[in-house]
């Protein structure tokens, strides 16, 4: 029950969502219902007003000649139109909307022809993570996630939502625990909200083909069940995979269209994907199900919404930047390059650990496949001690996580990671001594 008075754009939106039975709408947190996008506020003046020989709507400054007022000093940095000066839309700059839509189909081919939203822009993942958190997380409604995750997740589900993690064990002999998923899935309780990283943060691992089977098999078996199921895709390292057998698509290709009852939120953006930590774009894409092109509308206007009343709008220097790269000649094999760069390093691992069996004695490596880290477990020794030891004694930095050791190979020169697992083994082999 909501406590206070809907506006009625947000009814709307919720009457659209729950048309015909569709669970869409029942999936909803407060927030969520709340959520509508003001189309007939100051945007959508301005944008009637658009064209007219004096226009004194919008909130941004304009020279006499009707260009964007701005610093020279800045405007000689950038080598795009100076357009890229005012605000871009809530929704995203519809280019890149429309670019990063179709470049999804193209990197997850099983997608074409599923009907999905179209991409709506965010300050990147984090923000797209608060977003979707923000539409389905109600206080108190528990969130089942793996066990190791990135620890943001605890300020964005728990602590901003009052979401409570239930977690499974992320492996079972080496592999996706998909059985420990199904169990939670098939759990007490009608409503799921399920969180999915994959290449995963910390351990670097993406489910095989055969385990993304799975996963898709006991959502349907919940969702046949009469679970409804809000699935929260984080795909931060898309298209990061290393290995044969190991699945290279989104598994928002699976739940997308997969039954009635699961709404796939997915969350991606160029931050990993195209080497640009600090631009801050990501994006929100719904599947569902049998929902209608209106119906994807207005999850799309939920999203744009909460943009509005968090940041606004992303920023429009950082996706034009991204747009012109998009359409650079150079642009495809430039970004092979980077991927290559980091597969070398991952091979570079591999290698290191299959030549040196001794560390076995040492630690334990967590599965890995894809993405930007791995994880070793330490034998016999605290792993925050271990931190400690090798900041202090041998000036290598790690994480710890969870009793783990997380090492990020993505940002150690490939010749240093020899010395680097050295040390590692070297700092254990102390600690066990006693010898800190
Ligand atoms: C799993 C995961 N999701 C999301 C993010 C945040 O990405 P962004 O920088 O685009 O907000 C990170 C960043 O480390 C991450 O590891």
Redesign the pocket.
């Known amino acids: 029950m909501l406590k206070r008075p809907l506006n009625p754009l947000a009814g709307e939106l919720n009457a659209i969502l729950s048309r015909d039975g569709c669970a869409a709408a029942s999936l909803l947190s407060e927030r969520g219902l709340r959520a509508y996008f003001p189309h007939h506020g100051i945007l959508g003046q301005g944008v009637d007003a658009k064209g007219c020989a004096i226009n004194a709507t919008l909130g941004t400054a304009k020279e006499d000649d009707g260009s964007p007022l701005r610093l020279q000093c800045l405007s000689d940095l950038l080598a795009i139109p100076d357009a890229s000066f005012l605000y871009a839309p809530s929704f995203g700059v519809p280019e890149l909307r429309k670019y990063w839509a179709d470049a999804q189909l193209a990197k997850n081919p099983s997608l074409v022809g599923i009907p999905h939203s179209l991409p709506v822009v965010t ?7 608060f977003m979707a958190a923000q539409m389905v997380v109600g206080r108190g409604e528990k969130v089942i996630i793996p066990n190791y ?2 620890d ?2 605890d300020l964005i589900f728990n602590e901003a939502f009052g979401g409570v993690f239930d977690t499974f064990p992320t492996f079972s002999r080496g592999h996706f625990n998909v059985a420990a998923l199904r169990r939670k899935l098939l759990g007490r309780g009608e409503k799921k909200i399920v969180v999915l ?1 994959f290449p ?3 351990t670097g691992y993406t489910p095989t083909i055969e385990e993304a089977d799975a996963i898709q098999a006991a959502f349907l078996e919940a969702a046949q069940a009469g679970k409804r199921i809000a699935a929260i895709i ?1 795909d ?2 898309f298209g990061l995979v290393y290995e044969k057998g190991v699945f290279r698509e989104s598994i928002f290709t699976k739940l997308a269209n997969l039954h009635e009852n699961i709404l796939a939120i997915k ?1 991606d ?4 994907e195209d080497y640009v ?1 600090g631009f ?3 994006f929100i894409t719904f599947g569902m199900k049998g929902l209608a092109p209106d119906q994807f509308k207005a999850l799309e206007d939920k999203a744009g919404g909460l943009v509005r009343s968090t940041i606004s709008s992303s920023s429009n220097i950082a996706q034009r930047l991204l747009l012109a790269a998009y359409g650079d000649p150079r642009y495809e094999e430039e970004k092979s390059e980077k991927h290559a760069t980091l597969e070398m390093r991952y091979r570079e691992v591999k290698r290191i650990l299959r030549r040196h069996r001794e560390y076995g004695e040492s630690f334990t490596p967590m599965p890995c496949n894809s993405g ?1 880290f791995m994880c070793i477990k330490p034998k016999c020794v605290d792993a925050e001690a271990l931190r400690r030891h090798l900041v202090e004694k041998y000036s290598t930095g790690t994480i710890m996580l969870d009793g783990l050791l997380r090492i990020a190979f993505s940002s150690v020169p490939t010749d240093k990671l020899e010395t680097l697992f050295a040390n590692i083994d070297a700092a254990i082999r102390e600690l066990k001594k006693g010898g800190a």
Not at 123 to 129: D, G, I, K, P, R
């Open positions: 300050n990147a993942l984090t923000h797209a993570l995750f990135w943001n997740y990283n995963n943060n910390p984080d931060a390292y969350l953006g160029a931050t990993k930590w801050r774009i990501g930007y």
